[in-house]
């Protein structure tokens, strides 16, 4: 999943700590002239747009996997992509500040550096200059954890939706158990609130009830095309079911409307078809029985009629004798 995180970027001072960190990872080794460092926020516990939240132990899991990787600068399609290299992250709280949920603010609050090249100068003077960008990280989760009930928000027994309340609390998702950090990037912030923003749930759908859950759910979710797959023959079993029951539908019209008429000759045959039309198939079920009633009163139907035939058949006889 892809998580969007609007956030500062703070130039730092190189430090020699800095230092041994930043040329465990590099082939050649630099000197504090040749490296620009600054610290960026990659994501934190406060409930985000998507009505989730990172619990702490995925953001100490985040701490630890992002070392190391490299995040790219996507903020200036001219100039190439400029990347920059996280060499230490830590899972932070921010002291006195509060999430919406009255917890204390936690982050992980990274460390990257980049050379200090002419292809970097730039960036190196906007960051300098205190820009404000989008972070997107990417990462895996496992556990989908709903706020009310605490059952996995897709796999468990969990019918809450994200973003209503409950007892006057907001439900959300508490995003744990993160197996794996692949990227983070600088975006440009997108016009659209919601523009970007993309979870890839790979390989974790494992049956239909999780995808149509997670889009009810009102998730924005990308499927495999395996997934797509599993969807389309879904959608294609509830077309033939559809089907069946559209003939169905079309059964009872056409014996309401021979019962109707039979009943109420003077019923008006369109008025019979505008009240077809707008009854669900109970109803219709309700007035093909009703009309049918009246109708066999009208014209009696076979077991009426079977009975009269032997009336006649006796009262025939009866003038035999
Ligand atoms: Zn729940």
């Known amino acids: 999943m892809n998580k969007e995180f609007r956030t500062d970027i703070a130039p730092c001072t190189v430090t020699d700590e800095d230092m041994l960190l930043i040329n465990k990872l590099t082939v050649k080794e630099l000197s504090k002239d040749e490296v620009y460092t600054f610290k960026v926020i990659l994501c934190d516990n406060e409930i985000d747009r998507d009505c989730e939240r990172f619990d702490i132990a995925a953001l100490e899991k985040m701490a630890e996997l992002f070392v190391g990787v490299t995040g790219i600068f996507d903020h200036n399609p001219g100039s190439g992509n400029q990347t920059a290299r996280i060499f230490s992250a830590k899972c932070e709280i921010i002291s006195g500040k509060t999430t919406s949920l009255g917890d204390p603010y936690t982050c992980v609050m990274a460390k990257a550096y980049m050379p200090r090249t002419a292809k970097n100068a730039d960036l190196i003077t906007e960051i300098d200059a205190g820009i404000k960008k989008e972070v997107s990280v990417s990462c895996q989760a496992e556990g989908f954890i709903c706020s009310v009930c605490g059952e996995d928000m897709r796999h468990g027994h969990c019918n809450h939706v994200k ?55 009102g998730d924005c979710v990308k499927l495999t095309k395996e997934q797509s797959r599993i969807l389309c023959d879904y959608i294609a079993s509830l077309e033939a079911r559809a089907e069946d029951g559209s003939l169905f539908r079309n059964t009872l019209a056409d014996e309401i409307m021979k019962f109707a008429l039979t009943a109420v000759p003077s019923l008006d045959e369109d008025c019979i078809r505008t009240m077809c039309a707008d009854a669900d198939t109970k109803q219709l079920i309700k007035l093909r029985d009703a009309f049918r009633e009246k109708a066999a009163e009208v014209i009696p139907l076979s077991p009426q009629l079977k009975a009269k035939k032997e009336t006649v058949k006796n009262h025939n006889n009866e003038y035999k004798f």
């Open 163 to 217: 973003g209503r309340e409950y007892g006057g609390k907001l439900c959300h998702c508490i995003l744990s158990d993160i197996t794996d950090a692949y990227e983070w990037s600088f975006v440009v912030i997108p016009a659209q609130v919601n523009a970007g923003v993309v979870k890839g749930y790979k390989d974790t759908f494992t049956d239909t009830s999780d995808i149509i859950k997670s889009v009810r759910n």
